[in-house]
């Protein structure tokens, strides 16, 4: 190796460190700056915004509206645990029986959904880039650990309603709500939030303002799981109201 070779290799290392070290100091200052803090963007949300520019695509704008706990209707929060994350108020970020299912069924070769609770969700979409990679699900894995420890779940659940991706460019319960049901997050009723919460599998595929058949018999599953839930006695019981 020529001795500019090894210059060029020995300067990217010391940008890989400094990279690596100032991730490893951002993300916990970010993690304990956000247990208060409105979330401006989010890693998702940024991503979105620079591949929709490379591509030439201008006029896309990745949108979110921050509005805080109170200002979120109950059935929007009912709705996303009712749709992803079942046992979200007693589990530590990670579902295992959720996660023992999902090897079982892919070892028999059922088709079926992640085991992603909505503290994983969140860490992935506020920090990491989209993918699937073990470095990706391992940095997940430390970044739902450390939300857990400092977050409470209100505040998780907080966070994730307002930069979960539920269309095209809308991020958030509230620009999802402007956008689709002209009305603030905090009016949306059982059914449109059933309806928000059956798009986020795949929001860039599924439309709550054009629903498909699937879309809306998965509205109505949810619903039922909101009711079999206990209904805003379950947010209460959790102090998640």
């Known amino acids: 190796m ?19 070290f100032s991730v490893l100091v951002l993300w ?7 247990a208060y803090l409105p ?22 704008v990745a949108h979110s509206d921050w509005v805080g706990h109170e200002r979120i209707s109950p059935w929007m929060k009912l709705a996303v645990i009712a749709a992803e994350d079942q046992h979200f108020p007693t589990h530590w970020g990670f579902d295992l029986d959720a996660i023992q299912s999902v090897l079982i069924s892919q070892g028999e070769g059922a088709q079926v959904r992640g085991a992603s609770t909505l503290s ?29 420890t400092v977050w409470s779940k209100r505040r998780i659940l907080t966070v994730y309603l307002n930069i979960a991706e539920m269309g095209n460019g809308t991020f958030g319960a509230e620009a999802a709500a402007q956008r689709y049901f002209h009305k603030p997050a905090s009016r949306l009723t059982m059914s449109e939030a059933a309806l928000l919460a059956a798009v986020l599998p795949n929001p860039l ?25 206990g ?10 109201d």
């Open 39 to 60: 979330v401006p963007f989010s890693a998702v949300m940024t991503e979105r915004q620079l591949n929709a520019w490379l591509s030439g695509n201008f006029s896309y």
């Open 231 to 240: 209904g805003e006695g379950f947010l209460r019981q959790h102090q998640l």
């Open 120 to 148: 994983q969700q969140t860490a992935k979409n506020l920090f990491l880039w989209d993918g699937r990679s073990w470095l990706r699900k391992g940095m997940e894995a430390g970044l739902t650990l450390g939300l857990e």
């Open 2 to 20: 020529s001795r500019r070779n090894r210059h060029i290799l020995a300067r990217l290392k010391w940008v890989l460190v400094r990279a690596v």
């Open 205 to 229: 595929r599924f439309q709550a303002d054009r629903p498909s058949g699937y879309i809306r018999q998965r509205q109505q599953w949810i619903m039922r799981q909101m009711k079999q839930l």
């Open 28 to 34: 916990p200052t970010a993690i304990i700056a956000f």
